[in-house]
């Protein structure tokens, strides 16, 4: 019993060997950690008050925005706001993939190349922030609104995805299972729907981030009810740099954050099926 | 490295293909069954106006084990395109089982060079997958597919995944899911090419031992004389420009067989011998 409970000096020093942080990466944070502490200094030293290099109206000291922000999290309301930003872009991502999917698969075939292929070309060239103009007529000022632009951006992203992974499958793995007397159905079950899985994964590392940098957009030009830019807008017209620049701040981390995830998400996926793994 | 391969392939099959046909054992031919593979005066283009096969004419007998050879561009693989029915000849006569072949040829199986594992199935799921598409219960499915891994020594590796495979360890999955197959025929282009030598003698023995003990005919195309005469029954040489049988040549070497050993014999050197002198005008 006590034998296995303790390791071997070698499986010991492989643990070590482990866990041991890398010399350069901690220089390397550290010089990040003290050039950012250099420049939240300056920033802080020289803006406000009489004659300030940096106009305390635009731009507010750090210890500001520190305290808005602290403040923000502390009553909840930058949570509220989150979330809504967060359903928009889910029901946005909800619309637009099942309909990228079927148009990637209609164009496909021959005649709905000939058909959609134009179509969707002169759609995808057009300027997406100058429809939100369309999209207030049709939907008013309204939710609506901001998932029709969301949804509008990321189907192309899906989309091109899908119709690549569609040309991409291996046509000797179709063949093979046709022989091995699979159906349609199940050719589409057992090997497109997988194959395509990576084109999905690269699709929504991109898509996400950018849905997520739209619907804020979308906030601050047609403001509703709630939302990340709504309420960056607010702060923003009531003059109150301190505040917005916190809901900036706020914005940027949950960027990098979701930025994260997907990353780690796309590793893990990508591991699992031995892409970038040599032998 | 594997014991009794014979017995465990034919209670495999026995399990995997109720319904076919008994195939005698022997060489001599049995005039009630139709042969495995019959191509009569086939000639193939793919429209460009070059021939690329040109009056073929070749039977292949149902458990035989018959493999093309001859230079790169004669037509070895699109030969076995057409009985895969991946193409269709452009004159002549095509039949399996004595049944013409339209469309995708069900009754038979590819295996190339390249395999086509799918990366994110474990091996046992990989192996398992032509019954899986035949709707086998999954007790059953593992059940055999493990017997099949384990002929083709694979029993540890059921739970990895294709990239987590040698390249040696992968054609020995690809083999154990042809062996799952209910395909009669088995078509194989090159399929160890890619190998290191050491690994495809081994292979190449594997596959003698799982093919004596099968029903299974195969037809195997090749560009090495020494693989072509360690495994087949018989060897067909095909000429290029256009695509061609020149000669056609029975194996007398009595099974089993030593792949390692096969071409010291007297019998391999002198079949050798003829079929280089012939592939040697081709190479001129």
Redo the contacts between chains.
């Keep these: 019993m006590t034998d296995t409970l303790i390791s071997s000096p070698a499986a010991a020093r492989r643990r070590a060997a482990r866990w041991q942080p890398d010399a350069r990466w901690q220089n390397v944070v550290v010089t990040r950690i003290l050039f950012a502490a250099l420049l939240l200094s300056l920033w802080q030293a020289y803006s406000g008050g009489k004659g300030a290099v940096i106009p305390e109206v635009a731009l507010s000291k750090p210890s500001e925005i520190a305290s808005s922000l602290g403040h923000l999290i502390a009553n909840g309301g930058i949570f509220g706001a989150l979330g809504s930003t967060l359903a928009a872009l889910a029901l946005a991502l909800v619309i637009s993939i099942p309909f990228a999917a079927a148009l990637a698969l209609l164009t496909m075939t021959r005649a709905g190349e000939w058909i959609l292929g134009p179509i969707v070309t002169i759609l995808y060239a057009v300027p997406k922030v100058g429809l939100i103009t369309v999209f207030i007529l049709m939907a008013g000022f309204s939710t609506k609104t901001h998932v029709l632009l969301v949804a509008t951006t990321v189907m192309f992203v899906y989309y091109y995805s899908f119709q690549q992974g569609l040309r991409d499958l291996?046509q000797?793995?179709v063949?093979?299972?046709?022989?091995?007397?699979?159906s349609a159905p199940?050719i589409g079950y057992?090997?497109v729907l997988?194959a395509i899985?990576p084109n999905v994964v690269v699709a929504t590392r991109v898509a996400i981030p950018m849905a997520f940098g739209f619907e804020v957009f979308a906030e601050l030009r047609v403001p509703t009810a709630s939302g990340l830019g709504v309420m960056l807008n607010q702060y923003t017209q009531n003059l109150q740099p301190g505040p917005a620049m916190a809901v900036l701040v706020f914005i940027i981390v949950v960027a990098c954050v979701i930025d994260a995830l997907l990353g780690y998400w796309a590793a893990r996926y990508a591991k699992?099926?031995?892409v970038g793994?040599t032998? | 490295m594997i014991g009794k391969p014979r017995q465990r392939v034919a209670e495999l099959k026995r399990a995997g293909t109720a319904g076919s046909p008994a195939v005698p054992d022997d060489d001599g031919a049995d005039t009630t069954i139709p042969p495995a593979v019959q191509l009569t005066d086939v000639s193939f283009d793919y429209g460009n106006g070059v021939t690329t096969l040109q009056n073929i004419d070749l039977s292949v007998r149902p458990g035989e084990v018959v493999v093309l050879i001859g230079p790169s561009g004669c037509g070895k693989s699109t030969l076995l395109d057409l009985v895969?029915g991946?193409s269709a000849p452009t004159t002549g006569g095509l039949l399996c089982d004595g049944v013409p072949v339209r469309g995708?040829?069900?009754s038979?199986?590819?295996m190339?060079q390249?395999d086509?594992l799918?990366?994110?199935r474990t091996a046992l799921d990989n192996a398992a997958?032509?019954l899986?598409?035949?709707g086998v219960r999954k007790a059953e499915r593992h059940r055999r597919a493990r017997e099949a891994l384990a002929l083709t020594g694979l029993s540890d590796a059921e739970k990895r995944?294709?990239?987590?495979l040698?390249g040696g360890m992968r054609s020995r999955l690809a083999l154990a899911r042809v062996l799952l197959?209910?395909?009669r025929i088995v078509l194989m282009d090159e399929p160890f090419a890619a190998l290191d030598a050491l690994r495809r003698v081994r292979l190449q023995q594997l596959l003698l031992e799982i093919w004596r003990g099968s029903q299974q005919t195969l037809v195997y195309v090749t560009h090495d004389l020494n693989e072509a005469i360690a495994l087949g029954d018989r060897i067909v040489l095909m000429g290029s420009h256009p695509g061609r049988i020149l000669l056609e040549r029975q194996v007398d070497i009595p099974h089993p067989r030593n792949v390692a050993r096969v071409r010291t014999m007297p019998e391999a050197e002198e079949l050798y011998a003829e079929l280089w002198s012939v592939l040697e005008s081709q190479l001129r």
């Design positions: 291996d000797r793995v063949r093979s299972l046709r022989l091995f007397g699979a199940q057992l090997y997988r899985v699992s099926i031995g793994v032998r | 895969a991946v995708l040829n069900k038979v199986t590819y190339t390249r086509t799918l990366p994110w997958l032509p899986e598409i035949r995944r294709p990239h987590q040698s197959s209910d395909a």
